[in-house]
């Protein structure tokens, strides 16, 4: 009976869809585990072999956990809108809708290949109106409610409008803008539209004006990290700062909140790290400069306000409001002129550390408070018009930026800090006391702060204050493929949607172009857009990310018609228990998560406030890649080995024309036109390609499909092989020649219950107590190394286990049975067939997992040195159960005793167990 692994695969998928085995209920007196993978974006390229990694190892865990009694929910769903689709569409002529969902079937279907144990009823797609009908839900509780920062909490909108009746916004700053100011009666006498907009101001889901990066060639607005050097990532088109109408999401309240759960959840120190650095707490004062002959002030945050005195000059942001009021006529052409430089620059590339400074002097004075020295105003990139208050006070005595800065443009240096500053770098010594400063002369520089603090606050000038690096997210985009919004403008002014009225679906459309005004294209749509004659819809559409901030709350109850989630459901699964996916989306979609979480939990719907109890982040495959040599000018090959011989051009093929190195000749000529006609120069008779690792991707032709090594190898050998190839967390390069060594291993245990001529070769017979060490050894390496993600070094103690079971011609069904038992999660499709050859009717699945018994791996026996005198002299190998009067008779007994032994007595002997034994003659 030979292991027909195609024929075998097929039969349990289909087995398993038909009997619904997935199938997780959320009634069930088992303990819950809730296993979760970041769901992927379905693109029309299909997976390759990196993308189920993370995946492999969620499968492997929720099967493990499933064997030990647990209720599993295991799912997956598509983050299915997005602009890569809508891109994608436009230059193939298809709708969204339908790429969409010819992309989600192809997916699902290499999935299922797999052999995923997905609770499939589960599946969720973020652009199918049933399920973001509830994210259009979800923004509006946003946008009705607000952050009492005295609560610590969110409470909804109409609780703030009437803490406005009783006392006004005395007790509660307005986050949006801290000069609005008014009493109970000014509230009173307010009309709705000057309410509605204190209100938006807020709001944790608010509309407002912001400088955002707008490409007209893509017709949307798009992210920093999607600008490089003033062009768009995708396509590489022109990119321009523009003010815009954007929907915010007021992520800043809940910075201090985020900071603290982190505390509470098993992160990665480094993933907990990148998220404390995004949202860059820090301590400090907001202090206001006067400007010299100009009304106006320059209000700055420092989280250094002892250095006052050594301010050389002020940075402004170039989008400050400032820049055009206090610019002078001798300056404003320069500044003209750099500010269009800036406008070329993402954000990105201005905050990071460049070789180049850049900058340009205003003109204008700003006046130090308390010794009254005048300070140039500069405007320069490095300053951002979002961090803090977008202008900065430089002190080049104390910070190596401001000292180059100054340095560059010749800005005289003052030193505050005597022998601290050394006068050619800033240098400040953390012990070191401040001269030159006023009343600060002689203090050390950390008491000093409160000094300054206190004065500022005195003075009425300056006040204590907490940053946030973070500033609040972005949530519109300016496309079509994506969630609209629920709301609706009356004269102008914004309203939220009757929930009733809920999904607002986006409509069928064959234009996806922009909308005027750098609109998006639903504002073309005029018959969906005006409801009435003064009633619009917004046109702008929600990010990608909108969808992707709660789908782990609809698995646990995903055909809910009445709410997003049972709060009974969400009370059972509760927290993910294991999250597994890239550190890529560290500061984007779980940061988001974990605020829209914090949020629901607020506002009473869920009954805890962080989603993921566990989180992993699974490393990157990298590609192989391939690559030919063509001798320049010609269309001639040179094999590696030759190609220093000649100028070359080096050319990237399809790694699946490739074995190993060599190249298949007739493969290639098939694969592209232009290699039709090729000649080669080879070497030993053979086309030896080049090795690059690198990214894998469809563009380098070094993707493999997993498809194409499932039908060669088998799901089970792809499962165990993408584990074997390193731990889960570590990126590492794929190679598929190795392979063949793990399907190998799975031919030789298949051998362990059957005989290609014989059939099922298990027998009934006890047990050696070799054997059940082996198997009970296996048991307790595979549970810790399972629990604990540690999946290669699992697939390895497999290995070890068959070869040893292999040398004892071991075909007994109490060793065997247990084993299959235990390789289920890794190898599925194998263990079932088996399972059922064994005699069992119920699912291997449904088995109980092997539990390990100590008795079974404790040494029986010791190797005694034997001394004479203190002396060792030999090695004595006993049971430690045997009796002392034996063990003395055995050792009297030994040739090399004996010899020392000659003519003398035997005194006594001192044996210890498990330790040594004494003859003392």
Request: hydrophobic letters at 35%; aromatic letters at 12%; a negative charge.
């Amino acid at each position: 009976m030979e292991y027909n692994f195609r024929a075998i695969e097929k039969k349990w998928q289909k087995q398993w869809e038909d009997s619904h085995i997935y199938h997780v209920s959320n009634d069930s007196p088992k303990p819950k585990c809730y296993v979760l993978d970041m769901f992927p974006y379905p693109s029309g390229a299909g997976l390759h072999v990196g993308h189920p990694l993370g995946y492999i190892a969620t499968d492997i865990y929720a099967r493990y956990k499933r064997l030990k009694g647990f209720n599993v929910l295991h799912t997956m769903g598509y983050d299915a809108f997005g602009l890569p689709t809508e891109q994608y569409a436009l230059e193939t002529g298809q709708h969204p809708v339908v790429t969409t969902e010819q992309n989600i079937n192809a997916f699902r279907q290499q999935l299922n290949n797999i052999g995923f144990c997905y609770d499939w009823s589960r599946e969720v797609n973020t652009s199918d109106p049933s399920y973001y009908k509830w994210t259009q839900w979800i923004f509006l509780q946003l946008f009705e409610s607000w952050y009492d920062r005295n609560l610590q909490k969110a409470l909804p909108i109409k609780t703030l409008e009437g803490v406005f009746e009783q006392e006004g916004n005395k007790n509660h700053v307005c986050p949006g803008d801290r000069s609005i100011q008014f009493t109970a009666e000014e509230w009173k006498q307010y009309d709705e539209v000057t309410r509605r907009d204190i209100l938006m101001q807020y709001r944790l889901a608010y509309l407002a004006y912001a400088e955002v990066n707008w490409c007209e060639a893509l017709g949307t607005v798009l992210a920093n990290d999607e600008v490089i050097n003033g062009v768009s990532e995708r396509g590489g088109y022109p990119v321009v700062k523009k003010k815009m109408r954007q929907w915010f999401l007021r992520i800043t309240e809940y910075a201090n909140r985020l900071l603290e759960g982190l505390e509470t959840v098993n992160f990665s120190d480094a993933m907990k790290e990148m998220q404390r650095n995004w949202i860059g707490k820090s301590q400090g004062a907001e202090i206001k400069f006067n400007l010299k002959n100009n009304d106006g002030q320059i209000e700055v945050y420092t989280t250094r306000p002892d250095t006052i005195f050594g301010v050389d000059f002020m940075v402004l942001a170039p989008e400050h409001e400032l820049v055009s009021s206090i610019t002078t006529p001798e300056q404003k052409e320069a500044v003209e002129k750099y500010l269009d430089y800036v406008q070329s620059r993402s954000e990105r590339e201005r905050m990071a550390e460049v070789k180049q400074i850049t900058g340009c002097f205003t003109g204008a004075y700003a006046i130090n408070p308390f010794n009254g020295r005048e300070i140039p105003v500069w405007i320069a990139e490095y300053v951002l018009a979002g961090y803090g208050t977008g202008a900065i006070m430089a002190v080049p005595c104390g910070d190596q930026r401001d000292f180059g800065f100054a340095r560059h443009f010749n800005i005289p240096i003052t030193n505050i800090i005597g022998d601290a500053f050394n006068g050619t770098e800033a240098n400040p010594t953390k012990d070191a006391k401040l001269q030159n400063s006023g009343f600060l002369d002689g203090m050390e520089m950390r008491p000093a702060m409160d000094v300054v603090i206190n004065k500022l606050e005195e003075m009425g000038i300056g006040r204590r204050q907490i940053n946030y690096k973070m500033r609040d997210a972005g949530f519109s985009r300016q496309r079509y493929w994506g969630e609209p919004f629920p709301i609706v403008y009356r004269n102008g002014v914004p309203y939220a949607m009757d929930e009733k009225d809920l999904p607002v679906e986006l409509p069928y459309v064959e234009n996806y172009k922009p909308g005027p005004d750098g609109e998006g294209p639903l504002a073309n749509i005029t018959d969906w857009v005006n409801i009435a004659p003064d009633v619009k819809r917004e046109t702008n559409t929600m990010p990608g990310y909108a969808g992707s901030s709660w789908y782990f709350l609809r698995y646990m109850d995903p055909h809910n018609k009445n709410t997003f989630a049972d709060r009974k459901a969400t009370d059972y699964w509760n927290q993910v228990d294991v999250y597994v996916g890239g550190t890529e989306h560290a500061v984007g979609h779980l940061l988001y998560s974990r605020l829209w979480t914090k949020v629901l939990y607020d506002l009473g719907y869920l009954g805890f406030d962080e989603p993921f109890k566990s989180l992993i982040n699974q490393g990157m495959i990298g590609g192989s890649s391939r690559l030919v040599y063509r001798i320049h000018g010609t269309n001639q090959y040179v094999s590696h080995g030759l190609k220093d011989q000649y100028q070359t051009d080096a050319l990237h093929v399809d790694v699946n024309i490739v074995d190993g190195v060599e190249l298949d000749i007739e493969a290639l000529k098939k694969w592209k036109p232009e290699f039709a006609d090729a000649t080669f120069i080879l070497e030993d008779g053979k086309y030896i390609c080049g090795v690059q690792l690198e990214k894998m991707s469809k563009r380098l032709f070094n993707t493999v499909n997993p498809n194409d090594l499932v039908n060669k190898y088998g799901a089970d050998t792809f499962r165990m092989y993408e584990m074997f190839l390193g731990p889960v967390e570590q990126s590492k390069p794929w190679d598929t020649k190795g392979i063949e060594g793990v399907h190998r291993f799975l031919k030789k245990l298949w051998r362990l219950f059957a005989d290609e001529q014989k059939g099922i070769i298990v027998n009934e017979q006890a047990p050696t107590p070799e054997e059940l060490k082996i198997l009970h050894k296996t048991i307790q390496k595979i549970d810790h190394d399972t629990n604990n993600f540690s999946f290669n070094t699992a697939v390895s103690s497999f290995m070890i286990c068959v070869n040893e079971l292999a040398s004892l011609n071991c075909h007994k069904r109490a060793i065997l049975e247990p084993l299959l038992v235990l390789l289920t999660p890794y190898a599925p499709h194998l263990c079932e067939e088996l399972w059922q050859y064994l005699g069992h009717n119920e699912s291997i699945l449904n088995a109980i997992y092997p539990v390990y018994e100590e008795k079974y791996t404790a040494e029986t026996a010791f190797t005694y040195p034997i001394a004479i005198n203190g002396k060792t002299r030999t090695e004595m190998s006993f049971d430690l159960n045997l009796a002392t009067e034996e063990i003395e008779k055995a050792v009297l007994a030994n040739p090399v005793v004996e010899k020392w032994m000659e003519g003398k007595s035997l005194k006594r002997m001192i044996i210890i167990k498990g330790k040594m034994i004494n003859v003392v003659i």
